[in-house]
């Protein structure tokens, strides 16, 4: 088995997966952190099956080069069309958004799910819900517009507030339930719980974040020495607003980034 001291890689399609860094630092605060966005050709919502698969397996392929003790697929439609082909080729164990969020709606009788297009014609959820609880009723709606407000930090705008209102409508009002099944949208908290006041939201970096927790305390391993955890930034590409809007997904400064070619 691969060193406890050994880094997390956390991959996503470009710098929303920062909110699942966010939680993982939070929780644990002592992990070595590697971190690979993939910035050049991200949006992965609206790509098909066979390219999302590909870009994830590629960037696994990466991660891997930095021998990480586990590989987190922080992008929840790289988790939906790509974790069983990076599986079958990863050395070292690699876990999904997908699983944990889907563990913790199934407690439910009636839930919600919204994500990406990709993510949600995967019909990925779904299957994961019903895998540990048959019986949930599941309305999962795709809300695409979403991770464009959620990049221009329009969290409190009345815009966002009724764009979210106009996707949740599609939601009937028994689900009190909703698992936020994208990277960005629980920088959208706000907006969202005013279009739903009554709803309780899954964040899927949350409940990651106490998996991983999990899989560290079950043989993994905690990194032995006590500082915060050293925490490097791959992107593919580094664009405009970059900063800024990395370090409103991070919740901190995003310092320095290096460029890789995937
Ligand atoms: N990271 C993606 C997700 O969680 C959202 C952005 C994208 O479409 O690539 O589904």
């Known amino acids: 088995m691969r060193s406890a001291d050994q880094p997390i890689g956390v991959f996503d399609s470009g710098i929303g997966g920062l909110t699942v860094v966010r939680a993982l630092r939070r929780l644990l605060p ?5 971190y690979l966005g993939d910035t050049a050709r991200v949006p992965y919502g609206t790509k098909s099956h066979e390219t999302i698969q590909r870009y994830t397996v590629q960037a ?34 690699v876990m999904g958004v997908i ?29 994961a819900i019903r895998r540990h609880n048959p019986a949930t009723e599941i309305h999962a709606v795709p809300c695409p517009l979403l991770v464009s407000l959620a990049e221009e930090g329009w969290s409190e705008d009345p815009i966002t507030e009724a764009v979210c209102r106009r996707y949740l409508q599609a939601m009937p ?9 994208c990277t960005h949208y629980p920088l ?10 009554e709803a309780r939201w ?5 409940v990651t974040a106490q998996s991983v927790e999990r899989l560290l305390k079950g043989g993994l391993g905690f990194r032995t020495e006590s500082s915060r955890g050293p925490f490097r930034v791959l992107l593919t ?13 991070l919740g901190e400064a995003l310092e320095s980034v290096e460029l890789v070619e995937l």
């Open 202 to 206: 899954i964040d899927s970096g949350e």
């Open 173 to 181: 009002p028994q689900v009190r339930t909703i698992v936020l099944g």
């Open 237 to 249: 590409d580094a664009g405009t607003r970059l900063k800024e809007v990395g370090s409103a997904f």
């Open 30 to 34: 002592g992990e070595a952190i590697v």
């Open 188 to 197: 959208l908290l706000p907006a969202l719980g005013r279009a739903r006041t």
């Open 60 to 93: 696994g392929a990466v991660l891997q080069r930095l021998n990480p003790k586990l590989l987190v697929v922080a992008c929840n439609t790289a988790s939906a069309h790509g974790l069983p082909a990076l599986q079958s080729v990863s050395p070292c164990p």
């Open 99 to 127: 699983e944990p969020g889907a563990e913790a709606a199934s407690k439910e009788r009636v839930v919600g799910v919204i994500g990406t297009l990709a993510t949600i014609r995967s019909g990925a959820y779904e299957s």
